[in-house]
């Protein structure tokens, strides 16, 4: 890093496992000031020397009236940041709007806006005339059914807000539509998941067919400087669940590389010109089309398996972004090693008895996060969306090894007592 002793306001950390994003940073020379809600994991962070200071500010999804809170919380203790960033989902249009404010580096935070929102994406693609599914909000079961004559079968119901597939079915027919929307209802609870502070209404859009990947971007005033691929793993529909993925993908390179190519419009063409992206796409029969944009860097453990096979850093990447510095990014012209990344599902509801994970010898490394302790209650498929055990990310010499590894890592499911 070209600037050590930055000072960089991470607004809203995310969950635990977001840490090693904060430890990388601050390896990096930067002075990490953390401003989140009250009582949040995040404030432990300053006493283990990864973060220099912890600020308190209100949270309640209205990305305005939060941002005013962060601001406020800077200006009352008199910190005065070098760049601003968020890794967390919902916290990003007010990290925009937080710097648009200071005069710092930064996607506009109308971008962001288009992109927090799956609604507003699919009406803005298909105002810039890019190829998206039709989709139309719902609030209610009546509005449900309206969009469904209009849109027709197969269709996705799915939140407007929302993170890793929760509450996203597929439906094929007018009977399932009601059950469809009472079990989705459910979901978008913000007393159950605070990502639905944003807004809890759906929407209904077309099915996309096809391969489904994942597109990391580094950009720089307009330019894509880099991107990686993820080839995602077939879902247990009617429920998009994550089951997992690997890169590099093994898919046609053609296709991937219209994809890519997309892919980039996309973000160009929203406004999103700066920093780490994390973009979700599908290879369909009509040819590359958008699932979702994400305006931060892909979470979980999206950065090490990147820097892994490419040796680009994505946390270092957004760092010297929201400073705004240029980059000197170096990526490997051929994949260094591959990675897979597995989500375990419940196999069945009942209380969970053991959770094997084996350790072959032969891998570069082997991560497991996200254990449910054994003796928890858990849902199976038959719910529609089954309980996650846990994930697994390992990195092999190449995808052969790699995919084999992971068959012997979970070689024996975990064991349910019903």
Request: hydrophobic fraction near 45%; include cysteine; aromatic fraction near 6%.
């Amino acid at each position: 890093m070209s600037a050590p002793g930055a000072t960089v306001a991470v607004v809203s950390a995310g969950y635990p496992g977001k840490r090693r994003a904060y430890a990388r940073m601050a390896e990096l020379g930067a002075s990490l000031v953390i401003v989140d809600e009250p009582g949040h994991w995040s404030e432990s962070l300053v006493a283990e020397g990864v973060a220099a200071a912890w600020l308190s500010a209100p949270v309640d999804g209205d990305p305005d009236r939060d941002a005013q809170a962060v601001l406020a919380a800077l200006a009352g203790t008199g910190v005065r940041p070098d760049g601003v960033l968020t890794f967390w989902e919902d916290s990003v249009g007010v990290a925009a709007r937080v710097a648009a404010e200071l005069g710092l580096a930064g996607n506009p935070p109308e971008a962001v806006d288009a992109a927090r929102s799956k609604l507003r994406t699919r009406e803005l693609a298909a105002q810039l005339g890019l190829p998206a599914p039709r989709a139309q909000r719902v609030r209610s079961l009546d509005e449900l059914f309206a969009a469904a004559a209009d849109i027709g079968f197969p269709a996705v119901v799915k939140p407007e807000f929302g993170a890793r597939a929760a509450g996203c079915i597929r439906v094929d027919d007018l009977e399932s539509l009601p059950g469809v929307y009472t079990l989705v209802r459910r979901i978008v609870d913000p007393e159950l998941d605070v990502i639905f502070r944003a807004g809890n209404d759906l929407l209904l859009e077309e099915y996309l067919d096809g391969v489904e990947f994942d597109v990391d971007l580094v950009m720089q005033d307009g330019e894509c400087l880099f991107s990686s691929v993820s080839q995602n793993w077939p879902t247990a529909e009617p429920s998009f669940q994550e089951t997992g993925l690997h890169c590099p993908p093994d898919h046609d390179r053609k296709e991937v590389r219209r994809l890519v190519r997309h892919v980039v419009e996309t973000v160009r063409a929203f406004g999103l010109g700066q920093g780490a992206l994390h973009v979700e796409g599908k290879c369909t029969s009509r040819g590359p089309r958008i699932v979702e944009v994400n305006a931060r860097m892909g979470g979980g453990r999206v950065h090490e398996f990147v820097e892994a096979v490419w040796g680009v850093d994505l946390v270092e990447a957004q760092l010297q972004s929201c400073l705004g510095l240029p980059q000197n990014l170096r990526p490997s012209r051929r994949p260094q090693a591959a990675a897979v990344n597995v989500i375990v599902y419940a196999p069945a509801t009942g209380r969970l008895e053991a959770l094997p994970i084996g350790k072959p010898a032969g891998y570069l490394s082997l991560e497991v996060d996200d254990e449910v302790p054994i003796g928890t209650e858990i849902q199976g498929p038959e719910a529609v969306f089954a309980t996650a055990l846990a994930e697994v990310t390992l990195v092999a010499k190449d995808l052969r090894t790699a995919t084999a590894l992971i068959a012997e890592v979970l070689r024996d499911p975990p064991r349910v007592a019903r």
